[in-house]
């Protein structure tokens, strides 16, 4: 009773949408005008979920940054975008399958982005039908507790439930990340602590000079 209505149409499909605007809102549109994807119709604070839904991954990563960095600015702290980055790059990791194809993937399965990837890479060398997932926005304890390591996940948080979860499912972690390494007082996979430089042999050519010397 105390809403207004805003009837928005699709020029496209003609089709039309009704939306109920709370009594004291302003909205931001006049009659007769063309609205984009994305665009606020009324005052308030945008659902990312409905940014990476609509607009995609990069729109949501551009506006989440933009959004923290207005509220450290407000403190008069300097932070440079990659740190932001990288946190959301996590936060976004994840891709919920919506059609399996030929893939050993269930539908509604959360799957890491780079399996999605290659899964999809050796199917459609192969000639098969590639999976199709969308990506989904996981808040920062979810995507930390959504860990392929189960060691790293309990260092976090609800360190007794990833436990017991683990041990009955009988997981095996693989220690591919860094803070399972450190946990586990192992190099970490970076630089010279790659599994590909650790496996390397050195022989030796020649005679060493400081041996030849000696012997003489």
Known sequence: RSKKRLLVTNEESGQVEEHLIPHGKHVLV???DFA?????????????????????????????IEEIQKVYRLQGVT????????????????????????????????VDRFAFMDA?????????KPAEGEPILLGITKASLETDS??????????????????????????KGFKE???????????????????LKIDTLGTNPVESAASQ
């Open 181 to 199: 390494n450190v946990i586990m007082g192992h190099l970490i996979p970076a630089g010279t602590g790659l599994p590909k430089w650790r496996r």
């Open 30 to 32: 006049q009659p007769g």
């Open 79 to 110: 932070i440079n975008d990659k740190h932001l980055e990288v946190i959301i790059s996590r936060m976004l990791f994840k891709i919920r399958i919506t059609d399996t194809g030929d893939a050993d993937f269930f539908w509604g399965d959360q």
């Open 150 to 175: 189960f060691i790293s996940a309990a260092s976090f948080q609800e360190t007794t439930r990833v436990l017991t979860n683990a041990a009955t499912l009988g997981k095996v972690d693989e220690l």
């Open 36 to 64: 984009q994807k994305g665009q606020l119709i009324t005052e308030g604070a945008k659902d990312p979920h409905e940014i990476l839904e609509i607009l995609g991954p990069s729109a949501v990563q551009e506006y989440l």
């Open 120 to 128: 999809n890479e050796e199917i459609s060398e192969k000639g098969g």
